[in-house]
């Protein structure tokens, strides 16, 4: 089994920054792509930026310039950077990884976060 552990979120002011961690434990082997989702309230989720294993990164448009995602392989562990946030960025926040469990047999697993609030309020 893999978990995903969200951390990081909270009340910020307009304009703040705030930094979110996602840490997986567990049978890991390797992990391909590594996620940030939000899911606003009465709204779908919703992809907020993406990385590779070979680090390249994607961005919804509404945050490009903002946020700012990395990870860090050794500890298993993406981050999203947020600088500049604003009311509309107020959501549940869930990170999602692409996990190979085991060596032994290539297949890979989807897994996904419990998720973290971010409320951005003055």
């Known amino acids: 089994q893999v978990q995903l552990v969200e951390s990081g979120g909270g009340l910020v002011q307009p304009g703040g920054p705030l930094r979110l961690s996602c840490a997986a434990s567990?049978?890991?082997?390797?992990?391909?792509?590594m996620a940030w989702y939000r899911q606003a309230l009465g709204k779908e989720r919703d992809l907020v930026a993406r990385?590779?294993?070979?680090?390249?990164?994607t961005y919804a448009d509404s945050v490009k310039g903002r946020f700012t995602i990395s990870r860090d392989n050794a500890k298993n562990t993406v981050y999203l950077q947020m600088n500049n946030l604003k009311p509309e960025d107020t959501a549940a926040y869930y990170c999602?990884?692409?996990?190979?469990?085991?060596?032994?047999?290539?297949?890979?697993?989807?897994?996904w976060g419990r998720g973290t609030l971010v409320t951005v309020s003055s």
């Open positions: 567990g049978r890991i082997f390797s992990i391909n792509a």
């Open positions: 999602k990884m692409v996990v190979r469990p085991s060596f032994v047999e290539y297949t890979f697993l989807e897994v």
């Open positions: 990385i590779a294993n070979d680090g390249s990164t």
